[in-house]
């Protein structure tokens, strides 16, 4: 299996210097090559990836306009041509409906702002030692926070909008087989409570409210600042810094989580939540964005994948908060003010969200069991009764009653 492992590299100013120039030739040939597809009129044949090489690369050094190309490598010249090439081919795919996940769109040109990188590929980089060769940049200083597992086929050079930099080696890695009783874990997302189990366990999320002030006063004073400025350029850079923070704190947070439940369970069942259409609720945007659900389950697929486990993603429809996960019984629509409910039917207590992890765990090993829903189609708890009529009032007042 082929994994990426990454890096902080601290280049010297000269090579910083170089990087630059590299960073932004690749993304003028990929600009280029993309205006040229984009210029083409409806009916002509796009050219391959070896006649967009020739077109924006070998004739353009020849021009004036483009002479400054030569002063970098030639590799992630190229490799930038195919990266389009790819992503052409996965918008492709996406619209026929032959990509998994998301749908792709169209190519987006490059903004020098962004993110930059750059690839090289084999003969455009050596490692020496400590130190990793890049063709045209020279040695850098590359802190190992863990040793490679194998010759890497490719190596990316990035830098962030913090200006920090980054390499990302591409390894081919054999992934252990981790033997393990057969244990199944439904998952409830949510706000307060990041993650609650289908056993019990309630787990927080990092507190990045403080950090999150921060940047929303950075905001408002940027948008009093002259745009261009260097106050207005030193504002930015803060709020960058912020986020990157913010950033790193949930990725460390997520993959420590998303981990110890792959290593733990042989199946993981998570609900199919409408993340798109939950931020549009301009009170809960912020706080859903912050939580990174979607990188979480992203996370838990592809280490599943990984160490030969199972990953069950039930329907967003499954009412696993109207129904008792004991007997079935269900009781309706709740408030999210309502955190505890009693069955009206066994009697039983439940917490609301471990209630709904025990609901999503329950459907996630049916459809599992179930051949025929093998592809993300859920199949309903049984239900002894049904009762949607079923008002908040009654379920609270009938929680106090027991409770007393």
Same mark, same amino acid.
Request: glycine share 6%; with cysteine.
């Given at each position: 299996?082929?994994?990426?492992?990454?890096?902080?590299?601290?280049?010297?100013?000269?090579?910083?210097?170089?990087?630059?120039?590299?960073?932004?030739?690749?993304?003028?040939?990929?600009?280029?090559?993309?205006?040229?597809? @984009?210029?083409?009129?409806?009916?002509?044949?796009?050219?391959?990836?070896?006649?967009?090489?020739?077109?924006?690369?070998?004739?353009?050094?020849?021009?004036?306009?483009?002479?400054?190309? +030569?002063?970098?490598?030639?590799?992630?010249?190229?490799?930038?041509?195919?990266?389009?090439? +790819? $992503?052409?081919?996965?918008?492709? *795919? %996406?619209?026929?409906?032959?990509?998994?996940?998301?749908?792709?769109?169209?190519?987006?040109?490059?903004?020098?702002?962004?993110?930059?990188?750059?690839?090289?590929?084999?003969?455009?980089?050596?490692?020496?030692?400590?130190?990793?060769?890049? $063709? *045209?940049?020279?040695?850098? @200083?590359?802190?190992?926070?863990?040793?490679?597992?194998?010759?890497?086929?490719?190596?990316?050079?990035?830098?962030?909008? #913090?200006?920090?930099?980054?390499?990302?080696?591409?390894?081919?890695?054999?992934?252990?087989?981790?033997?393990?009783?057969?244990?199944?874990?439904?998952?409830?997302?949510?706000?307060?409570?990041? $993650?609650?189990?289908?056993?019990?366990?309630?787990?927080?999320?990092?507190?990045?409210?403080?950090?999150? &002030?921060?940047?929303?006063?950075?905001?408002?004073?940027?948008? &009093?600042?002259? *745009?261009? !400025?260097?106050?207005?350029?030193?504002?930015?850079?803060?709020?960058? @810094?912020?986020?990157? *923070?913010?950033?790193?704190?949930?990725?460390?947070?997520? =993959?420590?989580?998303?981990?110890?439940? #792959?290593?733990?369970?042989?199946?993981?069942?998570?609900?199919?939540?409408? #993340?798109?259409?939950?931020?549009?609720?301009? !009170?809960?945007?912020?706080?859903? !964005?912050? /939580?990174?659900?979607?990188?979480?389950?992203?996370?838990?697929?592809?280490?599943?994948?990984?160490?030969?486990?199972?990953? /069950?993603?039930?329907?967003?429809?499954?009412?696993?908060?109207?129904?008792? !996960? %004991?007997?079935?019984?269900?009781?309706?629509?709740?408030?999210?003010?309502?955190?505890?409910?009693?069955?009206?039917?066994?009697?039983?207590? =439940?917490?609301?969200?471990?209630?709904?992890?025990?609901?999503?765990?329950?459907?996630?090993?049916?459809?599992?069991?179930?051949?025929?829903?093998?592809?993300?189609?859920?199949?309903?708890?049984?239900?002894?009764? #049904?009762?949607?009529?079923? %008002?908040?009032?009654?379920?609270?007042?009938?929680?106090?009653?027991?409770?007393?």
């Amino acid at each position: 299996m082929k994994l990426r492992y990454n890096y902080r590299i601290y280049p010297t100013a000269q090579q910083q210097e170089r990087l630059a120039q590299t960073f932004g030739c690749s993304r003028v040939v990929w600009n280029d090559a993309l205006a040229m597809i @984009k210029g083409l009129e409806e009916g002509v044949k796009w050219p391959s990836n070896a006649d967009l090489q020739k077109l924006v690369i070998t004739q353009a050094k020849q021009s004036e306009q483009r002479s400054w190309l +030569s002063g970098v490598s030639n590799i992630p010249l190229q490799q930038s041509v195919r990266d389009l090439g +790819s $992503a052409l081919s996965e918008f492709f *795919k %996406s619209l026929k409906g032959e990509r998994q996940g998301a749908r792709v769109g169209f190519p987006r040109f490059k903004k020098r702002h962004d993110t930059q990188s750059a690839r090289f590929t084999r003969g455009g980089f050596s490692l020496h030692g400590e130190k990793l060769y890049l $063709a *045209k940049i020279g040695d850098l @200083k590359v802190m190992w926070s863990r040793p490679l597992p194998s010759e890497p086929s490719s190596v990316t050079v990035l830098r962030n909008k #913090v200006g920090q930099y980054h390499v990302s080696f591409v390894v081919e890695v054999d992934i252990p087989y981790l033997p393990a009783e057969y244990e199944a874990v439904g998952v409830d997302l949510g706000i307060n409570t990041f $993650a609650t189990t289908s056993a019990g366990e309630f787990i927080e999320s990092p507190n990045y409210n403080r950090l999150d &002030r921060k940047i929303r006063r950075f905001q408002r004073q940027l948008a &009093r600042q002259v *745009k261009g !400025s260097k106050r207005w350029q030193r504002t930015k850079h803060r709020i960058a @810094k912020l986020h990157l *923070k913010i950033a790193n704190l949930r990725n460390d947070f997520l =993959h420590k989580l998303s981990t110890r439940l #792959v290593k733990e369970n042989q199946l993981i069942s998570l609900e199919d939540l409408n #993340v798109k259409g939950m931020v549009k609720n301009r !009170s809960l945007s912020r706080a859903i !964005s912050l /939580q990174g659900w979607g990188i979480f389950r992203t996370m838990c697929t592809a280490k599943c994948a990984m160490y030969g486990r199972e990953f /069950q993603v039930i329907s967003r429809w499954e009412p696993t908060s109207q129904v008792c !996960s %004991s007997c079935g019984y269900r009781w309706g629509k709740l408030d999210l003010a309502v955190r505890e409910v009693v069955c009206l039917n066994c009697g039983t207590k =439940h917490d609301r969200d471990e209630n709904a992890a025990l609901n999503i765990l329950r459907s996630g090993v049916e459809q599992s069991q179930d051949p025929k829903n093998g592809h993300g189609v859920s199949v309903r708890p049984s239900q002894k009764a #049904v009762c949607d009529e079923v %008002s908040t009032h009654l379920v609270v007042e009938q929680l106090s009653l027991f409770a007393s």
